[in-house]
């Protein structure tokens, strides 16, 4: 059974930083792509960032530069560090996974992100 938490969502000042986790389990996640997803009241759910069990990365265009997507096999976690938040970065951010990045599967419960002064 595969289950993702997500942790670190908060309030932070325009501007601020927040570093987003991922909890994996129930998968071999070394095999694993990841991503990090968002979706904002009113709005579609739409990519942020991904990473693929080999490390390839890839990035929503309104985000690069600004976020980076890692992760650590030893601890079977993914992360999302934000810097240079925006009020338009606001939404819940979800994690996924799946053997591939052309089609998650696995989703976490998702964590708030609001930026705002």
């Known amino acids: 059974q595969v289950q993702l938490v997500e942790s670190g969502g908060g309030l932070v000042q325009p501007g601020g930083s927040l570093r987003l986790s991922c909890a994996a389990s129930g998968v071999t996640f070394s095999f694993y792509s990841m991503g990090w997803y968002r979706q904002a009241p009113g709005k579609q759910r739409g990519m942020v960032a991904t990473i693929t069990s080999g490390g390839s990365t890839n990035y929503a265009s309104p985000v690069k530069g600004r976020f980076t997507i890692s992760r650590d096999n030893a601890e079977n976690r993914v992360y999302l560090q934000m810097n240079s938040l925006k009020p338009e970065d606001t939404a819940v951010y979800y994690c996924?996974?799946?053997?591939?990045?052309?089609?998650?599967?696995?989703w976490g419960q998702g964590t708030q992100v609001t930026v705002s002064s």
């Open positions: 996924a996974a799946d053997r591939t990045v052309e089609n998650f599967r696995y």
